[in-house]
T-cell receptor, first 111, second 109 residues
Framework: KAGVTQTPRYLIKTRGQQVTLSCSPISGHRSVSWYQQTPGQGLQFLFEYFSETQRNKGNFPGRFSGRQFSNSRSEMNVSTLELGDSALYLC??????????FGPGTRLLVL | EDQVTQSPEALRLQEGESSSLNCSYTVSGLRGLFWYRQDPGKGPEFLFTLYSAGEEKEKERLKATLTKKESFLHITAPKPEDSATYLCAVQASGNKLVFGAGTILRVKS
């Protein structure tokens, strides 16, 4: 069974730009969660989508948004990028929210 | 507020030298405690889920245990390939995971 895939794997952007990251969950999984990982803050929850609806949200500014499509694939968007947004963005999928399986992540560098 | 504290921050072992990693937590209404392994530049790899105090799970050289306030990840006779960052996370309300900072394990041959 294929695992969680994320694209792109690496991104370099400049301050003020926006970025869209993509996540394809494990087949049959309907829940997709997004996390930000930085050396200083560790892994922090961004939001969770289930059946195209945002079900949970973390404490991140409104510049961070997401959506989920009918095939459970999810995208995350960050607008007006700041230097502090440089991080590894991880997507995790689960059948309905219990054990979550992570993808390889997208490493974003903001210059 | 849900909180997870892992100790030690880093651990260096000789091959074959068994040890334990600690994960203490405060959470209202624990739904599950999870252990993950993360290699540099990769996403966390799922290891175990524990649901209630007294539960134990094993996989190769790893054994995870859970009490009402903490979890331990016991590593028996570790090998260099066990070197990684081990992450503990709790799941309470909603489905979000709250992670600890991790323990960096280095096993030398």
């Amino acid at each position: 069974k294929a695992g969680v895939t994320q694209t792109p794997r690496y991104l370099i952007k400049t301050r003020g730009q926006q970025v869209t990251l993509s996540c394809s969950p494990i087949s049959g999984h309907r829940s997709v969660s997004w996390y930000q990982q930085t050396p200083g803050q560790g892994l922090q929850f961004l939001f969770e989508y289930f059946s195209e609806t945002q079900r949970n949200k973390g404490n991140f500014p409104g510049r961070f948004s997401g959506r989920q499509f009918s095939n459970s694939r999810s995208e995350m968007n960050v607008s007006t990028l700041e230097l502090g947004d440089s991080a590894l963005y991880l997507c995790a999928s689960s059948r309905s929210g219990e054990t979550q399986y992570f993808g390889p992540g997208t490493r974003l560098l903001v210059l | 507020e849900d909180q997870v504290t892992q100790s030690p921050e880093a651990l260096r072992l000789q091959e074959g030298e068994s040890s334990s990693l600690n994960c203490s937590y405060t959470v209202s209404g624990l739904r599950g405690l999870f252990w993950y392994r993360q290699d540099p530049g990769k996403g966390p790899e799922f290891l175990f889920t524990l649901y209630s105090a007294g539960e134990e799970k094993e996989k190769e050289r790893l054994k995870a245990t859970l009490t009402k306030k903490e979890s331990f990840l016991h590593i028996t006779a570790p090998k260099p390939e066990d070197s990684a960052t081990y992450l503990c996370a709790v799941q309470a309300s909603g489905n979000k995971l709250v992670f600890g900072a991790g323990t960096i394990l280095r096993v030398k041959s």
